[in-house]
């Protein structure tokens, strides 16, 4: 079974999917998905913010993290860079500076901190800042 804050579910370009609104199964606007999203590692088909567009990322090559990118931070990355510190208060390179500098294990404590919700122990929504185990729409 996955834990809360799994490496599992920290893909590619520095998101945690757990953290995901798709993940929790539901859209933005607060309806219920037919199916949750299980997080851009495991599941089959491409991630619709950046593995679709990035076709090193959509080959699977062998990266484990975009900053083992030789183009790393590319116009893409600072494109969805961009709107996730806009819009959601969160810096996708920062989290990969992070893993990159202190590794995965304190990222993950440090996630544990940021995402942990207060009231119930579950997860907050980094789209919505929701808990989706307290607080459902
Ligand atoms: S929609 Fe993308 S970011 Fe969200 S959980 Fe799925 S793979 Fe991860
Ligand atoms: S840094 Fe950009 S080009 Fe490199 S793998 Fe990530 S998204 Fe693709
Ligand atoms: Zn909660």
Same mark, same amino acid.
């Given at each position: /079974?996955?834990?809360?804050?799994?490496?599992?579910?920290?893909?590619?370009?520095?998101?945690?999917? %757990?953290?995901?609104?798709? $993940?929790?199964?539901?859209? /933005?606007?607060?309806?219920?998905?037919?199916?949750? &999203?299980?997080?851009?590692? @495991? +599941?089959?088909?491409? &991630?619709? $913010?950046?593995?679709?567009? &990035?076709?090193?990322?959509?080959?699977? !090559?062998?990266? !484990?993290?975009? $900053? =083992?990118?030789?183009?790393?931070?590319? =116009?893409? /990355? *600072? +494109?969805? !860079?961009? @709107?996730? @510190?806009? +819009?959601? %208060?969160?810096?996708?390179? %920062?989290?990969?500076?992070?893993?990159? !500098?202190?590794?995965?294990?304190?990222?993950? *404590?440090? =996630?544990? =901190? +940021?995402?942990? &919700?207060?009231?119930? %122990?579950?997860?907050?929504?980094?789209? @919505?800042?929701?808990?989706?185990?307290?607080?459902?729409?």
């Amino acid at each position: /079974m996955t834990k809360k804050f799994d490496a599992q579910l920290i893909a590619q370009c520095g998101i945690n999917c %757990g953290t995901c609104v798709g $993940f929790f199964g539901y859209t /933005m606007s607060g309806k219920k998905r037919k199916h949750a &999203c299980v997080g851009c590692r @495991t +599941r089959a088909s491409l &991630c619709a $913010f950046i593995k679709k567009k &990035c076709k090193r990322l959509a080959n699977k !090559e062998t990266l !484990e993290f975009c $900053f =083992e990118c030789s183009d790393f931070p590319c =116009e893409l /990355m *600072e +494109r969805i !860079e961009k @709107t996730y @510190t806009q +819009r959601y %208060g969160l810096s996708l390179i %920062g989290n990969l500076n992070y893993i990159k !500098e202190k590794g995965m294990d304190a990222f993950l *404590e440090y =996630e544990k =901190e +940021r995402w942990t &919700c207060p009231t119930c %122990g579950g997860v907050i929504c980094v789209h @919505t800042k929701r808990c989706y185990n307290c607080s459902p729409p």
